[in-house]
């Protein structure tokens, strides 16, 4: 973790009862494929071609790759030692060599009770990396200069231990629950351990399955929307690197909404190395082995995700130079390229967001039409909206240079302003069934779902639509949903926000809106995504804690318990993970960053009796403790400006090393 | 300049008095070779590797070339056409192709009057962009999808009308003075032309001469203290994208500082690619034929400049999230180098450093020494006291936890900070004839030199040393200096800061110590190094404002009048460049960034009626407009929080939007 360049391994072996030779083998291997997942096995597996292999000295090997469609070199140098009671052994070893493949064998006289270790020691370097003169060359001096592997171990015991401090989460429930424990343990290691302090100074994006495994070939999906809200709060450095990683294929969401028709930018759902679409047009059904149209790159709603990620990257912050230098230029392009997906209905004098898919891939276009996507998703066009407002409010939180500056650079007059203000206040939202938003337009006239039908038939439903399509049926025609898309909103927004924007619309809004549609939608669901039980949890956390916890726990067990129908070995599913840690981070805390304070509104569910946790508020380091009675804000020491604090109504100012408790009936 | 991915050529060719056939080539050349310095000719001078050249279609060619030592792949796509009077001419191309060139032949006839216009396009990409699949893949596209010239022109345009907009810098001069103007703008360009917003997302660092020519192969040395402050206020996200380029050979330079026998990180005085020493062990006098010893790679003063550079865009922009994120760990390191080179002189109860450069490359040793270095080189050592200094006020600026956290990290106890307190306290620095900083230990020993005689004897005496060597003599043995290191400190620093540092060091301190040093160094220099007259018009503003701009005004013209002895086609001067910018924003105007606030001292050269210019400050963009009499500054609406501003000895505040005008005696 220390150094990226680093990697050990040192292997102890004793001969308990026994003596002999052992034949030990060292090799860097080149010939990896990719199989990790099943269904992709007939496609083209081999990604790297051999480039060299060679023998340093009597320790060290070298190994080079390079990858066959992006043509990045891959080198790493290994270099393997032999210790006998300290000491290092003075070994001949045979260089074995075949096509992208080299070893180091030999051989160890062991008597009985003797031990033997041999520590192995690899320098990876990459063609793209930074700071290098050649990749191969870089390799090998690494390697003969490191140090031993307890030194190694020592700097990345380290690295762990400052990781550890920054991500501190306690929870303190009774015993039997310490499996929850031990899970959100495991899942805040895997978080900085997959977006890490390592590659922030590299081009690298958030992969839906991190690095673990293969599926969806490491595409960027729209995750971090899931991910980033919690790092903010802890490493916000991380985000911005990501962000950044977004702000760099901004020229190709351009060229890419141009080419669909539209203005402004316009990312792809699944985004690849240079910012391509990478969805597949056709799909194939493992339950049915049938390749069916695939639509999934109408989910248009991962702009509104990137928008909300950097609006909220710099609420957290208060990082306005990124906004200005980078952030801004996102939000603009993005604001016009929903205004130009936007149609005017003159009937209603509404904006209608026409032909689109939300994010239950349940639904991807009407019973029975031939057309792909849907109209209105409520939350697509929710979301455009508030993109909208946002990129309206630009002005006031850039200087009028820079403001100016990018008027010109993206020719953005009064007009389009006035245009998207427009949009912004009457794009279209259907309801039905008195107050309950409908998660597209003529949703009501889908047909109920036989729920209980089904599970007496299946074991398990969460991939019905798998199941529905081998009956020869589709999910389309029913009220059904994978992950219900109408509950993000609560997820991602306070009631306070959703009557602002509401408001705005001219749609009525009223706090019980909120646990009428939670229970409509939760009835028609069947958790088929590993993101459905976080977002659920959450939205159930004020108006049911008991379920809420329940789904908590459900979700904790994503990858734990792999309930994704054995997916985990695919991949980790690093939104799932991330949102369970924000569960506890910052939905039974009630924390936003929004309007230049930190807002906290807490309700601990009745499993949790204390939760400290320490977050990154705009320079400040924050120990915060929460329990049902009280909570204690305690600011660290620091250079950082005084900051407001809001707990439930009441706003506070606190400065640097200051400690404030405040009393929560 | 909107695009690093574009660049575009249109020549139109019009037969006034002739008709006939014209033949046109348009090619990509991979054979290019580095012959622009005559020194290195005789030096391997190609870099380039073919891979591939090939056709595209017939307006488009492909070549793709690799270097040979650093395997860095160029791929470039051209596309050719041909246009008469606004049509596309289809005209049929010849592909003319040789080891690492293609071409496109055509003909084209031209009646009398007619014109033909040839618009060529090309797209280069390395392996090393961001956000690509493949370099030639992203050639290729690029070229097909691009627009016409006049497109890509107008958003050239756009983009540096942007630029000049942050460069304003607008002097009222007599008319005769236009050069001065012009030459201003035309540094200005050079400016962002080569530490430019499209490689701020690059691993770049800043080559003393520029992309422009090939001397000093690109080496990185100390020149960014020359530019930095001035870019600070200006662009600051270049400046925080170069100082990257430094944390990014960190550990390299700790490397170096280990096998060297010291502590900390030891930066190289010409920086290679991956952080190297790259200097040389011998220098060729084209003078002599001969090749000399060279220990210049003994500036570790280097080290000093990059806390300083820091130091300077952190106060300037208020940006302590980069300081603590990066830069406090390489004042830390750079802190523990300086500590750890300083040696305990119990006899004199003071820390000094011994065998070691400074700036004034004409003295790298003592007149009949074997030993490389000279011994208590004042610039070097008063730097390390402040720089220690800095590193000394680094937990009031971070937050706790990250100080913490970096001691872990530096393994850095108390004892260890109360050592560099005691070495920032007792540094030595020599004196002679009554208050003459002396620049190293023994300077007063040295001989006075012939200046008129060797004035008579040769045209220019700039490089002395040159001149000195194929003589046989050494400037060693004289008070002679390329350029005077000891005022380097009056260029840095304001008479308070010196005052405070000479008052931590208890030595004596009084402001007619700046005007008594300067008369006595300037007698003794040739200002052999470009940035010599740069540090001299700066020194003599406030003493001698006549010869402040004469100076001025010479140090104008290196790279306008090409005065260095012709090495203007090697490079331009970028520190000259910009410092001589730099004299215009920061020394006539008196601007400081320190203790948090803008401080502004005006006093402007008799030649210099009004100065207007618009600088960067903690987020606020500022028009200030000074005359003799007075002093204007508008902050521009934006976002940030008001700032302190101090006039002479008026301290006050300024919010956005407000105007200030004070009177200036």
């Not at 009796?609 to 329990?627: A, F, N």
Request: a negative charge; hydrophobic letters at 35%.
């Amino acid at each position: 973790m220390h150094d990226m360049h680093i990697a050990a391994l040192e292997t102890t072996i004793t001969a308990e009862n026994w003596s002999g030779q052992l034949e030990i083998r060292s090799a860097l291997d080149g010939r990896v494929v990719n199989s990790g997942v099943e269904r992709y096995k007939e496609l083209n597996k081999t990604h790297l071609n051999p480039i060299e292999s060679r023998e340093i000295n009597d320790d060290t090997i070298l190994l080079r790759v390079q990858t066959n469609q992006s043509k990045i070199e891959i080198a790493q140098a290994a270099r393997t030692r032999v210790f006998m009671q300290e000491n290092t052994l003075d070994i001949n070893k045979q260089v074995v060599q075949e096509e992208g493949y080299i070893a180091h064998d030999f051989k160890v006289e062991l008597g009985e009770g003797e031990s033997v270790s041999i520590e192995k020691i690899v320098s990876p370097y990459t063609s793209r990396d930074h700071a290098i003169s050649e990749c191969g060359l870089e390799a090998e001096n690494t390697v003969v200069q490191v140090g031993r592997f307890e030194e190694i171990l020592k700097d990345h015991a380290l690295a762990w231990e400052n990781l550890w401090n920054r991500f501190h989460l306690d929870i303190s429930i009774p015993n039997k629950e310490h499996r929850t424990e031990q899970i959100l343990h495991l899942y805040t290691f895997h978080l900085p351990q997959t977006l890490s302090i390592n590659t922030k100074d590299l081009d690298v994006g958030v992969p839906s399955r991190g690095w673990h495994g293969e599926a969806y070939r490491g595409h960027v999906f729209w995750d971090e929307l899931f991910i980033f809200p919690f790092l903010n709060l802890r490493i916000p450095e991380i985000t911005r690197a990501l962000l950044l990683y977004r702000y760099r294929r901004l020229e190709k969401a351009r060229s890419t909404a141009q080419i669909a028709g539209y203005r402004g930018a316009m990312y792809p759902w699944q985004s690849g190395s240079n910012g391509r679409e990478e969805s597949q047009k056709l799909h194939l059904n493992p339950k049915s082995g049938r390749w069916i149209p695939d639509n999934s790159q109408l989910q248009r709603h991962v702009n509104a995700a990137i928008v909300y990620n950097i609006w909220q990257y710099c609420q957290a912050t208060g990082d306005l130079k990124f906004l200005s230098a980078y952030g801004a230029e996102i939000i603009l392009e993005i604001a016009r390229f929903w205004a130009s997906l936007a149609t005017y209905n003159k009937k209603l004098d509404r904006y209608e967001i026409l032909g689109v898919m939300g994010p239950d891939e349940y639904h991807d276009s009407y019973p029975d039409s031939k057309k792909p996507g849907l109209n209105n998703n409520s939350y697509t066009n929710f979301m455009a909206a508030w993109v909208l407002c946002r990129a309206l409010e630009l002005p006031e939180l850039l200087s009028e240079n820079r403001w100016r500056e990018l008027c010109a650079l993206l020719d953005l007059d009064r007009e389009e302003l006035e245009h998207w203000d427009e949009v912004s206040r009457k794009m279209r939202i259907v309801f039905h069934d008195d107050g309950i938003i409908s998660q597209f337009e003529n949703y009501d006239q889908l047909e109920e779902f036989d729920w209980d039908g089904y599970r007496k038939k299946y074991d398990n439903i969460q991939r019905l639509d798998r199941i529905l399509m081998a009956e020869g049926d589709t999910p389309n025609r029913y009220k059904v949903s994978k992950q219900a898309d109408v509950l993000m909103l609560f997820y991602l927004f306070s009631s306070e926000e959703l009557g602002e924007i509401f408001g705005r619309l001219n749609y009525p809004f009223k706090y019980e809106t909120i646990p009428k549609n939670i229970a409509y939608y939760l009835s028609r669901t069947s958790n088929g995504s590993s993101l459905s039980r976080v977002v659920h949890s959450w939205v159930e956390a004020r108006s049911d804690r008991e379920n809420s916890w329940k789904l908590f726990t459900q979700a904790l067990e994503t990858d734990m318990g792999d309930i994704q129908g054995g997916t985990t070995s695919e991949g980790i599913h690093m939104g799932a993970m991330a949102g369970c840690l924000d569960i506890i981070q910052r939905c039974y805390t009630g924390i936003e960053t929004r309007k230049d304070m930190l807002l906290f509104n807490p309700m601990l569910p009745e499993e949790l009796k204390e939760l400290k946790l320490r977050i990154s508020y705009k320079g400040h380091w924050l120990d915060v403790t929460i329990t049902s009675g009280e909570i204690n804000v305690q600011a660290l020491p620091s250079a950082a400006r005084p900051i407001k604090i809001k707990v439930k109504d009441k706003i506070f100012e606190l400065k640097q090393g200051e400690n404030k408790t405040i009393q929560i009936e």
